[in-house]
C-alpha cells in the first residue's frame, strides 16, 4: 500500500460513514467503535507503507551524495584514491544504518564481484555483518503465541527473553523444552518480509544504472531470500541436508553437525530446531587473533599460525560439506549462505551449519555442466572451459575465450585479480566486451565460491582455489554420466 492510499484508507476510516451523521438517531456506540477499529487499521497500513518508501528515499539519498562527491573530484582533481576511501566510508555508514537487505546486497556484490568496485569498497562491505537491534519482548511473544496457538509457557519449560543473536528477519532465543530438550528457536519479525524486498528493490534500480549484467544475480538472489520468510520450508530443507550427510558421507558427517528441527514447536514464522554448543566461526576466528596480537612476539608468531591452521581445516571442511551437497547423487541443495556467522565451532570440534533459508537444487543436467566447467577449470582447459561457461548460459558482447576464462575463473573458481591480471572491467574497456547475460541458476554457487574465498583471504589463503577443494566431488559427478 502506497502513503497515499494509506492516508486515503485513514480519511475514510476517520470521517463519516454515508449512512450516518453526527447526532442522527443512527449514530450509537457501534459507530464509534467502528471508526477506532478501523483508524487503527489504517494507521497500521500506514506505517507499514511508508517504512519501506522512507528506507529507499535515505538509501537513494545516500548513493546521490556519493555520486555527487566523484563529481566534485572531476573539479577538485582530487586524488582518485582518496575518494574511493572516503566514499566507501560513506557506502559503510549507510548499510550499517538500514540494515536488511542493504546487508545481504552489499557482501553478495563485494564478493561476488569485487572487480566492479574500488579495493576501499570491497574490503569494506565484504565483512559486513548481518545484524539488527533485537526486538522487545513482547513482540517476539506475540508472534510466538499466535504461531503456535498456545502460550509460551505451555511450549517451553524455559525461554530466555534475551535473544542470542538478531539479523534482519528475525532473532534466535536459547529455550528448554518441556521434555527437558535445549533448543535454538528463531523467531521471525513482523512485516520483515515487505522491508527485505523493498530493500532489494532500491538496490535493483541502482544495478539497473549501473551494471545491468548483475541484474540476474540479484534476481536470483530475492527469489531464493523468499525462502527465509517461511520457516517450515528452511527446516524441511535443514533436516534433508542432515539426512543425507549422514546417509551418503557418513565420514563428513561426524566432523559437521547439522541441527534437526522440532515440528511440533515449529510453524511459518517460528523455527525450534537443536541447540549446538560453541560459537560462530566469526567470533572465534576474532577471539583468536585478539589473543594472539596481545601476545608477545614469539608466542603471538606460534598463535597465529596455529590460527590460521585451524581456520583452514574448518574451511575445507566447509567447502567439502558444500561440494557434497552442491554436486552430490540425489542432493537435496544446499545453503547459499555459508558466511563465517552460520558457521558454528562447537566444543566437541565439530563444525555446525545453521542458515537454510536461502538455498538451491540442480537437476542432474545442471548439475554436468556445472561439473564440467570446475573440471576444466581444475585442469586449466581454457577450451572446455568457454565450452561449459556457454552451456551454462553466459554470454558476452564478442564472446571472447580469454574474457570468458577470466570471468569464470574470477567467480567459480579463485581470485585472479589480485595476482596480476587485469580486472575484468579492464578486458571490457580494451577488447569492447560486456557481459549480456548471467544465468540466475548457477549465482548461488559463485555465491558459495566467493564467500569461502573471502573467509580463506581473511586467514591468510588468498589463492584458494574450489575447483582444487571440490575435484573429488567433481569427478563423483562426471563418473555418474
Known amino acids: 500500500m502506497r502513503p497515499w492510499l494509506a492516508a486515503l484508507v485513514l480519511a475514510r476510516c476517520i470521517g463519516l460513514r454515508p449512512q450516518t451523521r453526527f447526532g442522527s438517531a443512527n449514530y450509537g456506540d457501534d459507530d464509534w467503535r467502528f471508526r477506532k477499529r478501523y483508524a487503527v487499521l489504517g494507521a497500521a497500513a500506514a506505517a507499514t507503507s511508508v517504512r519501506p518508501v522512507r528506507r529507499g528515499a ?4 545516500g548513493m546521490l551524495r556519493i555520486g555527487g562527491a ?3 573530484r572531476y573539479v577538485t582533481r582530487a586524488p582518485m584514491e582518496d575518494v574511493h576511501e572516503a566514499t566507501a566510508v560513506r557506502m559503510e555508514r549507510l548499510v550499517r544504518d538500514l540494515r536488511g537487505a542493504y546487508v545481504k546486497s552489499a557482501q553478495l556484490i563485494s564478493t561476488a564481484f569485487p572487480e566492479l568496485l574500488p579495493a576501499p569498497w570491497v574490503s569494506r562491505l565484504e565483512v559486513l555483518v548481518d545484524d539488527a537491534p533485537a526486538r522487545p519482548w513482547r513482540v517476539t ?3 510466538l503465541e499466535r504461531e503456535l496457538g498456545r502460550p509460551v509457557e505451555e511450549s517451553f519449560r524455559h525461554f530466555e ?4 543473536g538478531a ?10 523444552t518441556l521434555d527437558n530438550r535445549t533448543v535454538a528457536v528463531k523467531v521471525m519479525y513482523p512485516g520483515g518480509r515487505q522491508l527485505v524486498l523493498s ?3 532500491n538496490v535493483r534500480r541502482v544495478l539497473r544504472i549501473v551494471k545491468p549484467a548483475l541484474l540476474p544475480a540479484v534476481d536470483e538472489f530475492r527469489m531464493r531470500v523468499k525462502g527465509e520468510f517461511d520457516y517450515r520450508k528452511e527446516a524441511a530443507q535443514m533436516d534433508a541436508c542432515g539426512r543425507y550427510l549422514r546417509s551418503k558421507r557418513p565420514r563428513l558427517a561426524r566432523r559437521i553437525a547439522v541441527p534437526a528441527s522440532l515440528p511440533e514447536l515449529s510453524s511459518q514464522k517460528v523455527l525450534t530446531m537443536a541447540w549446538l554448543n560453541g560459537r560462530s566461526l566469526r567470533s572465534d576466528l576474532e577471539e583468536q587473533a585478539h589473543a594472539a596480537q596481545r601476545s608477545n612476539a614469539l608466542v603471538k608468531g606460534w598463535r597465529l599460525w596455529r590460527l590460521q591452521r585451524r581456520a583452514v581445516v574448518s574451511l575445507k571442511r566447509v567447502a567439502a560439506a558444500q561440494g557434497a551437497l552442491i554436486f552430490g547423487e540425489d542432493s537435496p541443495g544446499f545453503s547459499a549462505d555459508p558466511h563465517p556467522g552460520n558457521v558454528m565451532v562447537l566444543e566437541d570440534g565439530r563444525l555446525g551449519l545453521i542458515d537454510y533459508g536461502c538455498s538451491c537444487s540442480y537437476n542432474d543436467q545442471e548439475v554436468a555442466v556445472l561439473a564440467d566447467l570446475y573440471h576444466h577449470l581444475h585442469h586449466n582447459n581454457r577450451g572446455g572451459v568457454v565450452d561449459a561457461v556457454k552451456a551454462m548460459g553466459f554470454s558476452s558482447k564478442r564472446m571472447d575465450e580469454d574474457y570468458m576464462c577470466t570471468f569464470a575463473t574470477q567467480l567459480f573458481d579463485r581470485n585472479i585479480v589480485d595476482g596480476g591480471l587485469l580486472s575484468l572491467n579492464d578486458f571490457e574497456r580494451q577488447r569492447g566486451e560486456k557481459v549480456r547475460k548471467i544465468p540466475r541458476k548457477y549465482m548461488l554457487t559463485c555465491r558459495v565460491s566467493l564467500l569461502l574465498r573471502g573467509l580463506g583471504a581473511r586467514v591468510g589463503v588468498p589463492g584458494l582455489s574450489m575447483a582444487y577443494l571440490w575435484r573429488r566431488e567433481v569427478a563423483r559427478a562426471r563418473r555418474r554420466r
Open 58 to 61: 535515505r538509501f537513494q539519498a
Open 199 to 201: 530493500d532489494l528493490s
Open 167 to 176: 539479523a534482519s528477519i528475525g532473532q534466535v532465543h536459547r529455550a528448554t
Open 161 to 164: 527473553l534475551e535473544p542470542v
Open 141 to 143: 511473544k506475540r508472534v
Open 70 to 72: 566523484y563529481a566534485v
